[in-house]
């Protein structure tokens, strides 16, 4: 759509009639100075002043009424408006001779040859053609000199060259911004919200650099909404209430609505949290906040409902690439423009391996370009590699070529940098690694046990948080199946103690990968949970009463109110084996600890066949023990001692084979399998004289000699 300019009656695009008119006005104020100060006789005057009250009826406005008097006290003398015409006229004069002096230098070196470094530094520098208008120079007056353009584009980069490259490529649109596929991409939850203009609060949580605050502030651009923004960090009760009066305000005023953006959201305590409630509800303002912790931790659960929960992932390879390629070119054209350097050019590898140490945040991967950038920009790497003013400032188009950047000269540059580290100690990583660890040593992989340990270890996590986890896990997952376990977790835990690290991390490895490989028991965890579960699912039975002969007794009172009257003391019965309730009879026939130490479910994706051999190897190993420890017996005690061992066996009453006395009492199996506890402390008298007198040793000294 065109308008016609009220000046000079031209027709211009709306977009750049503003800036015409502007551009005629200052022609027209020229030309009415110069006749101001060159003799002119009274018809031009007053043609002067009636085409400049024309002009100024045509713009509705007013022209000032000036006196007679006044003009000829002022003519002759030199005011500020002429002075001001006076040095706009020599600027123009300087512009034309340099544009002179830079066509007559064109014409005298003609092409553009590749410009080498300096300092003897190698580098390899190509020629380039020259750099196209960029989109922000198209944006002005189809009229506009070349020279103009190229003036406005310097201007421009010059003021964001101080800026942060990540601040200057931050996208405005939603065609821009580049991952996030399940939310703005095509049918995207946010971007169907987005087109609807039905924007309800939510709350965007992700690592940094995937593009939370843009985010927000595109849906503020599009959908036409009053943008504020406070930081979690900076602000605090007054600052928000603030900020709910000016939405108000808004609101009543003009009917738009108020974007509330806060970053950093999870930093607001609890109190101030509460004071978002009732605006979001009666909709004062729409509420965008945004995190890098779990929402569900540091945020009220009454907000929680109040607000959508959006999950940004870290960004995809992909996209990295296509912002690193973007930040590349905008880096290139300040150099060029600008600081007069030669053009940084990466090949694919360099790019993929920047975006491979950024794991997932464009914040990162645009400082590491930067970085490349600022190495790369001393005095050997520019177009005119000695210092020279008057040069610099005619030589528009130096001689610029470009230094390639191979991954080989990347990779010492960035070596000795860890720009991204995925471990917090104290956030999401620091429960989820070693969570990931306690499972990865429950299903008995002790390459991933390792892994997550280093993996903790490398972030800075506490080794005694470690130690005091395996502990657990000595308990919890092994349990009855290898006893030993929880001893030797508690010796690693001193261990450390003791030792220090990084020594340390060697005792933490071997204690993890015994935890790892031994066999798994949690027949005691889940007994401990059923009985929790029972008590939590019915609080009364907590009420029941200790059956009377199981209560303490130990005063005279309690023992004529029949406190243990009836109680059985086992060791003085055979076998210490009794008929006696334990339970209150409600529950008499309560169950907790399981026969078997694992569960009986089978996963679908295992095959039968994995089970099959799963269950031989478990026979064979049982088989290997039982056959080992009649060997390991055999050897060391001969037929006569094995025939005095039987006769003293037959009248302790106990096991009819000598060999499976040897064995101490198992805990894993059951007490009708064992008759008899055997400690290794009780001496056996009834042995005779013989080449091996175990009547001088009690049992865990002879099974030493084993």
């Known amino acids: 759509m065109e308008e016609a300019c009220p000046i000079c009656s031209r027709s211009f695009p709306v977009k750049f009639l503003e800036r015409h008119v502007n551009s005629c006005l200052d022609t027209l104020e020229v030309d009415t100075s110069e006749q101001e100060i ?20 045509a713009l509705g406005l007013k022209a000032d009424s000036r006196r007679p008097a006044a003009d000829k006290a002022k003519k002759g003398s030199a005011t500020l408006t002429s002075i001001l015409l006076a040095e706009k006229r020599l600027k123009r004069r300087q512009e034309d001779l340099e544009e002179r002096v830079r066509k007559r230098h064109a014409a005298q070196t003609g092409p553009e040859t590749g410009g080498g470094l300096h300092n003897g530094q190698k580098s390899t520098v190509t020629e380039i053609p020259a750099t196209p208008a960029s989109p922000h120079a198209r944006d002005l007056d ?38 996030q596929e399940k939310l703005v991409g095509e049918n995207g939850i946010l971007r169907n919200l987005v087109a609807a203009s039905q924007i309800p609060s939510f709350i965007l949580w992700g690592v940094p650099g995937v593009g939370k605050t843009s985010l927000a502030r595109i849906i503020s651009l599009t959908c036409n909404h009053k943008f504020m923004e406070l930081s979690g960090s900076d602000s605090n009760a007054k600052k928000l209430k603030e900020a709910f009066a000016a939405a108000q305000h808004e609101k009543l005023l003009t009917g738009q609505k108020t974007i ?35 929402p569900s931790f540091s945020l009220n659960n009454a907000l929680l409902s109040r607000m959508h929960t959006f999950v940004m992932e870290p960004l995809p390879h992909e996209a990295l690439v296509k912002i690193l390629n973007k930040g590349l070119l905008l880096l290139n054209r300040t ?8 053009l940084i050019a990466m090949n694919k590898d360099s790019v993929d391996y920047i975006a491979s140490l950024s794991s997932g945040d464009s914040r990162v991967a645009l400082n590491i370009l930067e970085s490349v950038n600022a190495y790369l920009s001393g005095l050997q790497f520019k177009a005119f590699p000695e210092k020279d003013p008057e040069r610099e400032k005619f030589d528009l188009l130096p001689q610029i070529g470009v230094v390639q950047v191979t991954l080989d000269k990347l990779k010492p540059l960035l070596s000795t940098r860890n720009f991204h580290q995925m471990y917090d100690k104290t956030g999401d990583n620091h429960y989820d690694t070693i969570s990931a660890f306690h499972k990865s040593v429950r299903g008995s992989n002790a390459d991933a046990a390792v892994f997550y340990l280093v993996k903790m270890l490398r972030g800075g996590e506490d080794p005694l948080f470690i130690a005091r986890r395996m502990i657990v896990i000595a308990s919890e997952d092994v349990g009855l199946r290898d006893s030993s376990c929880l001893p030797f977790a508690i010796a690693t835990m001193e261990a450390i103690q003791f030792v220090g690290m990084p020594e340390g991390e060697i005792i933490l490895a071997h204690c993890a990968v015994k935890l790892a490989r031994a066999p798994k028991s949690t027949k005691s965890y889940r007994a401990l949970r059923k009985a929790q579960g029972l008590l939590s699912d019915d609080p009364e039975i907590c009420k029941l009463p200790i059956p009377i002969h199981l209560r303490n007794a130990p005063t005279k009172l309690m023992k004529d109110l029949g406190y243990g009257d009836t109680y059985k003391y086992n ?6 084996m009794v008929k006696q309730e334990y339970f209150p009879p409600e529950i008499r026939d309560a169950c907790f600890v399981d026969d078997t130490h694992l569960g009986t479910a089978m996963d679908e994706e295992v095959r039968p066949e994995e089970y099959a051999g799963a269950d031989e190897e478990a026979n064979d190993y049982q088989r290997f023990k039982d056959t080992r420890r009649q060997e390991l017996a055999r050897k060391l005690v001969g037929r006569k001692e094995l025939a005095k061992l039987q006769k003293v066996s037959d009248r302790l009453g106990l096991l009819s084979s000598p060999v499976e006395r040897l064995a101490s009492y198992d805990e ?6 064992q008759p008899e506890y055997f400690d290794g402390t009780d001496h056996v008298s009834e042995a005779d004289e013989a080449d091996y007198d175990i009547a001088d040793c009690t049992y865990d000294e002879f099974m030493k000699g084993i």
Do not use: C
């Open 38 to 57: 060159q003799p002119s006789s009274p018809t031009a005057t007053q043609n002067g002043e009636q085409k400049s009250q024309d002009v100024f009826a």
């Open 142 to 179: 189809p009229g506009t000199k070349p020279e103009q353009r190229w003036k406005h584009e310097f201007m421009r980069l010059k003021r964001e060259a101080d800026l942060p490259l990540a601040q200057r490529l931050r996208p405005k649109s939603l065609g821009d911004f580049y991952g």
């Open 260 to 294: 509330l953006f806060l970053d950093e959201i999870h930093r607001f305590n609890k109190a101030v949290q509460d004071l978002l409630l009732p605006v979001i509800e009666n909709g004062t303002v729409t509420v965008i906040g945004a995190t890098t912790e779990n």
């Open 335 to 342: 150099r060029k423009i600008v600081h007069g350097l030669h």
């Open 571 to 576: 060791p003085n019965f055979k076998h210490g």
């Open 668 to 673: 894993n199996l059951s007490k009708e399998v």
